[in-house]
């Protein structure tokens, strides 16, 4: 399968959507200080909060990934009723499990990235007082919310605001954090 497919395949939703996610509410919250109060975002700003955002991303997804795909590998060494603990995490099927693990982070990571410069981008780019950039970006975040809500059935009532919400309350943290400036 090649990475475009696989990368929009059901099973990479998670990474997908949360490297996104992760990557606004990144933004928000390092760059709304600086943003709001002290004359906006420029490409270093965009480069920094990317990069931050991309390399935390990275670590924590990789290690959430790999404690699922391991307590996968234990869940089965039990039904198994294997009586020596972590063969499999040794086997071909652990190394599998560090792959799978590393690819689904370096995905959130890249969509992390993606997330915080768009986000950092419009910033720049949109005409108008400061206050528009970070609310297009909490608009975007909505748009996230809608299309999450609708790939697992769930209420876009509910989960466009309720995404909304935490970028516009993140971005207040962000504010008083002032940590770009």
């Not at 996610?21 to 990317?50: C, F």
């Not at 935390?56 to 009723?81: D, G, S, W």
């Not at 693990?101 to 007082?129: K, M, Y």
């Not at 769930?154 to 970028?167: D, R």
Request: proline share 3%; glycine share 10%; with cysteine.
């Amino acid at each position: 399968m090649t990475w475009p497919v696989r990368l929009l395949s059901p099973r990479n939703r998670l990474d997908v959507v949360a490297g996104l996610v992760d990557g606004i509410l990144n933004a928000l919250t390092l760059a709304a200080g600086r943003l709001l109060k002290d004359g906006g975002a420029d490409l270093s700003l965009v480069a920094r909060v990317g990069a931050a955002t991309a390399l935390t991303t990275v670590f924590v997804f990789f290690m959430a990934h790999y404690a699922e795909e391991r307590a996968e590998l234990t869940r089965a060494e039990r039904e198994l009723n294997l009586t020596s603990h972590g063969k499999l995490a040794t086997s071909r099927l652990g190394r599998r499990a560090v792959a799978e693990a590393l690819s689904g982070a370096l995905i959130a990571a890249v969509c992390g990235l993606v997330g915080a410069t768009v986000s950092l981008l419009l910033c720049i780019w949109l005409p108008g007082p400061r206050w528009v950039g970070p609310v297009a970006d909490i608009a975007l975040l909505g748009i996230l919310g809608a299309l999450l809500a609708k790939s697992f059935h769930g209420s876009v009532l509910f989960w466009t605001p309720a995404v909304m919400i935490s970028g516009a309350v993140l971005t207040l943290i962000g504010i008083q954090l002032d940590i770009a400036s």
